[in-house]
């Protein structure tokens, strides 16, 4: 079996990813800075978008899916007057007006866009389609309609209006949620057309801004010897990404049980008056991920932490 190359190095790196860079791009980069041996990030940033890219280094990747369905901010701009194949100013021109709105008219319009709504993807996303991705039939030239999808908007609003052709906007999404859509479909119910031209994310779960670290910033401290203890202590711990889950803490002994992947009984005055999904603890470290039926704690996903 081949190993890997790099250190077992664990922990969540809250990038912020610069313009230009796909989110694979930029893992790789961390990856390198930190000499780490495994590392994946969570929910894709387009390369035109800025902001939030949590990266999980090591045993933190096996966290991932809590932090991707956790909910995304977003702070964008949407230019008036032209959609694009792509829903942003990358893509062919495919539709323009020379009508644009009134803060009144866009105003009044929001709530259609708040709550549960459906949302049709852009044709340009990572959705598959047959077995293949949206992104690479749209651009083979192949005809193809994606489904629409249930999705979250817990707030918009807009921030600013610079100009007659732009308007700023805040929103807090669901899984899911495509803001590139969001903007097509904005301009499209205005009669007006849109598309994105600046698209920053800000939060991600319960990450937020404060947390993120600049790629040029990470490269400067890892090309430094002396700088190898902060660059350390730019991660959060593992268990970071589970802050929504409630913890249990366990003793020595049923740690070991879980690491096995036995399940442990919780009985007694002492037992836990949970149910579901939690995450177990023994001497401050994290063991395992697993959920509470009938009395017992069944393991999900395993730790290998040291310590």
């Not at 495994?38 to 978008?49: Q, R, W, Y």
């Not at 021109?93 to 708040?114: C, G, H, M, W, Y």
């Not at 629409?148 to 899984?175: M, N, W, Y």
Request: one cysteine or more.
């Amino acid at each position: 079996m081949r190993r890997r190359k790099g250190l077992p190095i664990h922990g969540w790196l809250i990038l912020d990813k610069p313009e230009g860079l796909t989110s694979t791009q930029a893992v790789s980069r961390v990856k390198r800075a930190f000499n780490a041996n495994k590392a994946g990030h969570a929910g894709t940033l387009d390369p035109l978008a800025t902001g939030i890219l949590p990266i999980a280094l090591g045993e933190a990747t096996k966290t991932v899916p809590y932090v991707v369905d956790g909910r995304k901010g977003y702070r964008f701009t949407v230019q008036w007057g032209i959609e694009t194949d792509t829903d942003d100013l990358e893509g062919k021109v495919i539709n323009r007006s020379d009508k644009r709105p009134e803060r009144s008219n866009i105003e009044a319009v929001l709530d259609q866009f708040t709550g549960t709504i459906s949302q049709v993807p852009p044709l340009y996303s990572a959705i598959k389609v047959q077995g293949e991705r949206a992104y690479d039939l749209a651009r083979d030239g192949a005809e193809f309609e994606l489904e629409a999808r249930t999705v979250e908007i817990e707030s918009l609003e807009i921030t600013d209006i610079p100009d007659p052709d732009h308007c700023e906007f805040e929103a807090l999404c669901g899984k899911g949620t495509y803001v590139r859509a969001l903007a097509r479909d904005i301009g499209r119910c205005l009669g007006v057309c849109g598309h994105i031209v600046s698209l920053r994310r800000t939060q991600v779960g319960t990450f937020f801004e404060a947390d993120t670290i600049s790629l040029d910033k990470l490269e400067e401290l890892s090309h430094s010897a002396a700088d190898q203890e902060e660059l350390m202590s730019l991660l959060k711990p593992v268990e970071t990404a589970l802050d929504d889950i409630p913890a249990l803490a366990i003793d020595t002994s049923d740690a070991m049980r879980l690491k096995r992947g036995q399940a442990i009984l919780l009985r007694g005055r002492d037992a836990p008056i949970i149910k579901g999904v939690v995450y177990a603890t023994s001497r401050g470290s994290l063991i395992a991920l697993g959920e509470i039926q009938q009395g017992q704690l069944r393991p999900t996903r395993v730790f290998n932490l040291p310590g």
